[in-house]
């Protein structure tokens, strides 16, 4: 059964921590994603990579950074954790390629909340 | 720029009638990949359907099918015989195969409650 797993469900963090929010996939997909989840708002793309050690900006980059150094693991990492970063946080991955069968595969999710 | 659309906040419909929501999009790639998943209250993201741009037929799957009119830029799903187990979040989705490294953007998403 292919996974997306991501490290953690639940976090609560304390304003200026730095947090960590690990992605591993099994699929030997190209392709990884973090997304932020806010009601109305939809799946806003922080950062996605297309490689190993490869990152691009996605629309809400700001106060995120990222790390791919294997393939299968892709990490979100927010630098000073602020309030207004409390969401849901969603890992995906694809392959590089489009067509029947390159949907995107999500991890179950994590919900940080930064007090 | 690559852009995704979705109108209706929340849509309402009973149960064993048929439901259209509502997805248009924005590219200047003439390949792209159209894309449509379900977010249940459990928060799970399930693929639903896919559509190519080059696919000269609507996509089915199922009780799915896509709305696909290229000319309008536009995706919609359509759902038959709406069943309870239907209510849920659902997004549209796109990828440009040739420019932005593929990324994969979402469109705000359409709640839909099925009543019985």
């Known amino acids: 059964d292919v996974k997306v797993t991501q490290s953690s469900r639940y976090l609560v963090k304390r304003t200026g921590e730095k947090v960590f929010l690990e992605c591993v996939q099994d699929?030997?997909?190209?392709?990884m994603f973090w997304y932020r989840q806010d009601p109305g708002l939809g799946l806003r793309l922080i950062y996605f990579?297309?490689?190993?050690?490869?990152?691009e900006k996605g629309d809400i980059p700001e106060g995120y950074s990222v790390s791919r150094e294997k393939k299968e693991r892709f990490s979100l990492i927010l630098e000073s954790a602020s309030t207004n970063q409390t969401s849901m946080y969603l890992c995906?991955?694809?392959?590089?390629?489009?067509?029947?069968?390159?949907?995107?595969?999500f991890g179950q999710g994590t919900r940080l909340t930064v007090v | 720029a690559q852009k995704i659309t979705q109108t209706q906040p929340g849509m309402f419909v009973q149960e064993k009638e048929a439901v259209t929501l509502d997805c248009t999009y924005d590219?200047?790639?003439?390949?792209?990949?159209l894309f449509w998943y379900k977010q249940p209250s459990s928060g799970e993201m399930i693929f639903l359907i896919y559509q190519g741009s080059y696919d000269q037929q609507n996509a089915t799957e199922g009780r799915y099918s896509l709305n696909f009119q290229k000319a309008r830029k536009s995706a919609n799903l359509v759902i038959s015989a709406s069943q309870l187990g239907d209510s849920a979040m659902y997004f549209c989705?796109?990828?440009?195969?040739?420019?932005?490294?593929?990324?994969?953007?979402f469109g705000t998403g359409t709640r839909l409650l099925v009543s019985p």
């Open positions: 590219t200047s790639d003439p390949s792209y990949g």
């Open positions: 989705a796109m990828r440009e195969e040739n420019t932005g490294f593929q990324k994969l953007v």
């Open positions: 699929m030997d997909h190209e392709n």
């Open positions: 990579s297309y490689d190993v050690k490869m990152k």
């Open positions: 995906a991955s694809t392959l590089l390629a489009l067509g029947q069968g390159t949907e995107a595969f």
